[in-house]
């Protein structure tokens, strides 16, 4: 068994290794603190700050910027201040700029900080560096919250789908805009007694087009990297909270008509959600015929590769803590648990349908600023007339920090039959998988990097069955360094995970260097080099794919940004495969390798300007043939009530006869109006030639109460070979959560 590692990487690395000893960014400072006073002053909020008790409160101030350089304080101030009662923590933060005309993008819950005028806050309250919340406003006082995983390294550890209640409030005066904020202690998790909670506020001044935190970040790192925050010091320990109930029933009312098979239904369904708090760190919740219907649609997404593409979960039963149960395993080569397998299923003629899930537990959070628990079952209901049969599709996950900020992990992923089916093939009874996970993580997050072990079980099938991988990095503001290598034998299955493809072994590595222009026009320009392969075990370990890449990028002061990308592709077909998807096309033949290779321009507009756009060209060979190729994206607002934006993907495939060329054409226009902070339309078109269909999606939103929301939903799809209707629907949902 051989493995390739390109001459040119290696000499690529020595090169850079060379050039000069490794740097870390020019401000090294000790932790930051701030002080928070406990009051028993009422605070009314309405974004002035007038009350006296606020001019008790320390101040957190002197950001540092992170862009357009991080070795200097921030240009406007930013001033942040800290209460606290035994119900809430409250914040008061005033924001300077150079004029009134803030960017705001819309006046929908949970915007973008990039193209908002918005301060973010940050709270480790466990202090354990590895999961923060988060809670931003911008200047017209519109909320967002999130989740923070993984200490922050990466965006995939951002998550804004979580919700949430609590109060803010804003008020633009002149050049400067200020925001009260109220957050109940009880939506938040936090050891009892504790006095100190890692902290971190940072800003979007997109008059300046600049980003700052109060706590410094090096530049190359995303402001909610969780290895760089300072901390909040309480004046008094806090106590228990009251445990919180809410209870979040929903009723939907359905009018559909598939036009393929079923004449025009009519249906009301009922269930919902009840969120228990237990102790200060955990939550349980609990569901009951939820209802994961048509109100948001998933993204067309233009396929051209062999393989099952994953999209992110929207549903709120699995986000709290989601990344407890969803990041064991290699992120993008065998995933344990995926829960966005949970509520679909394949009928006999392989289709994917949804299959309605009966109810289901779950329990997760902290034990303490050590250990995090996780356990979820979840029922699925049986569907005779498509083969469905009934499981019970369970988890059992439990993760330890160690050392430093480093963790391990273990689990259990259990799927299994409630019953004997006559369609039931015997391999299906079960499928088990069992698993150990090691995240090293340095004080800094410098170092990452993972190592695990998992096998599968399925009846009569126990040999082998195992996946198995490690990777590590190295990332300063001027170095980037990573390498991986990936095991995942033939027989190891996950009915409930994410696997792309089994029996191979994945190798690669990666090296970059980041440079930063004293002057000019350039704020930052870097090189990255890549090489990984693929070896198939069935093939006797021979490499069946390798895709080295060679990037250069470059970001101007103005945020605009610039890449061109040189990749080099190799693919051995041990099955036909057919990359346009043609009807009754002639599929490539088997047992054959491919090398090809393309070029790509890419552009990247600053999205907080009112017209924004994104393009890449790409252009070279593509398997035995061609293939050309442009997409991107066009943005424009009127701020802050109207949104237009048209995505599009065009592929133009050339192979030789007897093989198919294709034109694959994806387009995507959207519509969204924010009529005020609780009412909005948004209407979303997509076009893909690929899977012949026309979808439309609009719909109405009335906030009518926090978190609490009436829906009317209108979804229509067509074939577009011969254009017909598919499916088409009305739903009336209303939701609302309910303090217990």
Do not use: C
């Not at 000069?20 to 009051?39: C, D, G, T």
């Not at 969780?226 to 909040?232: H, P, S, V, Y």
């Not at 088990?432 to 995240?439: A, F, K």
């Amino acid at each position: 068994m051989k493995f390739y590692i390109s001459p040119a990487i290696i000499l690529f690395l020595s090169i850079i290794i060379g050039i000069n000893p490794l740097s870390s960014s020019a401000q090294e400072l000790e932790k930051r603190s701030v002080f928070v006073k406990k009051i028993s002053d009422k605070i009314q909020l309405d974004g002035i700050l007038d009350e006296v008790i606020w001019d008790q409160a320390e101040i957190a101030t002197d950001f540092w910027q992170m862009f357009p350089t991080d070795s200097l304080r921030s240009t406007n101030s930013t001033t942040v201040k800290l209460l606290y009662d035994d119900t809430h923590i409250y914040i008061g933060a005033k924001a300077i700029g150079i004029g009134a005309d803030f960017m705001v993008s819309s006046l929908k819950r949970d915007f973008s900080a990039r193209s908002n005028d918005n301060v973010t806050f940050l709270f480790d309250t466990f202090r354990d560096g590895q999961n923060a919340f988060l809670f931003g406003v911008n200047a017209y006082g519109v909320q967002r919250e999130g989740l923070i995983s993984d200490r922050g390294v990466a965006i995939s550890g951002f998550n804004l789908t979580w919700d949430i209640k609590w109060l803010a409030e804003s008020t633009i005066n002149g050049d400067s805009f200020t925001i009260e904020i109220a957050i109940p202690l009880n939506s938040i998790k936090y050891p009892e007694g504790s006095q100190r909670w890692g902290f971190q506020s940072y800003r979007y001044d997109m008059q300046s087009n600049e980003r700052s935190s109060w706590s410094p970040v090096p530049q190359n790192q995303i402001p909610v990297n969780l290895g760089f925050l300072g901390e909040l010091v309480f004046e008094k320990p806090l106590s228990k909270n009251k445990t919180p109930l809410y209870l979040i029933p929903y009723t939907n009312i359905l009018s559909s008509n598939d036009f393929s098979a079923n004449p025009t239904s009519n249906s009301i369904t009922l269930g919902g959600d009840l969120k228990i708090a237990v102790g200060n760190g955990l939550n349980l919740d609990v569901t009951l015929n939820p209802d994961f219907s048509n109100v948001e649609v998933d993204n067309i997404i233009t396929n051209l590769t062999r393989f099952e593409i994953s999209l992110p979960e929207k549903r709120q039963f699995f986000i709290d803590n989601g990344d407890l149960f969803g990041n064991f395993g290699g992120s993008r080569e065998a995933i344990p648990f995926f829960s966005r397998r949970i509520g679909i299923a394949k009928d006999p003629d392989g289709n994917t349908i949804q299959n309605n899930i009966l109810g289901g537990i779950r329990l997760s959070g902290k034990l303490d600023e050590n250990w995090r628990i996780g356990f979820l079952s979840i029922q699925n209901q049986e569907d005779l007339n498509n083969q469905i049969t009934s499981n019970n599709n369970a988890m059992f996950a439990l993760q330890r920090k160690i050392f430093n900020q480093s963790q391990i992990g273990a689990f259990i992923v259990n799927r299994e039959s409630v019953k004997d089916y006559e369609f039931l093939k015997d391999e299906d009874r079960y499928n088990r998988v069992i698993g150990l996970d090691y995240n090293l993580n340095s004080a800094n997050n410098r170092w990452t990097g993972k190592f695990y072990t998992h096998k599968s079980f399925q009846p009569d099938d126990n040999e082998g069955n195992l996946s198995s991988g490690g990777s590590i990095a190295y990332n300063t503001r001027i170095w980037q360094f990573s390498s991986k290598l990936i095991y995942v034998d033939q027989d190891f299955r996950s009915d409930l995970g994410f696997i792309p493809r089994s029996g191979i072994i994945k190798t690669g590595i990666s090296g970059g260097r980041t440079f930063y222009p004293k002057k000019g026009k350039i704020n930052s320009h870097s090189i990255q080099l890549s090489d990984y392969s693929w070896y198939q075990k069935s093939l006797d370990y021979q490499k069946t794919d390798h895709n080295r890449r060679l990037e250069y990028t470059m970001e101007l002061k103005k945020q605009d940004q610039l890449a061109f990308t040189i990749r080099d592709q190799y693919i051995f077909l041990s099955s036909a495969f057919d990359p346009t998807r043609s009807e009754n096309g002639i599929p490539l033949p088997s047992d054959e390798g491919y090398n090809f290779n393309e070029w790509s321009l890419e552009y990247q507009s600053n999205v907080a300007r009112l017209f924004n756009f994104s393009s890449e060209v790409s252009y070279g060979s593509f398997f035995n043939g061609t293939r050309f190729s442009v997409k991107g994206t066009t943005q424009f607002r009127v701020q802050p009530k109207l949104a237009m934006s048209l995505l599009w993907d065009y592929n133009q495939i050339r192979l030789p006869n007897p093989y198919p060329s294709a034109n694959i054409i994806l387009v995507s226009p959207k519509i969204e109006l924010t009529l005020n902070k609780k009412l909005f339309w948004s209407t979303l078109v997509q076009y893909s030639n690929q899977t012949e269909n026309l979808g439309i999606n609009s719909r109405l939103q009335w906030r009518f109460a926090p978190l609490s929301d009436l829906f009317l939903v209108y979804n229509d799809n067509y074939y577009t070979r011969e254009f017909g209707p598919v499916y088409r629907s009305i739903n009336l949902k209303l939701t609302y959560w309910l303090s217990l």
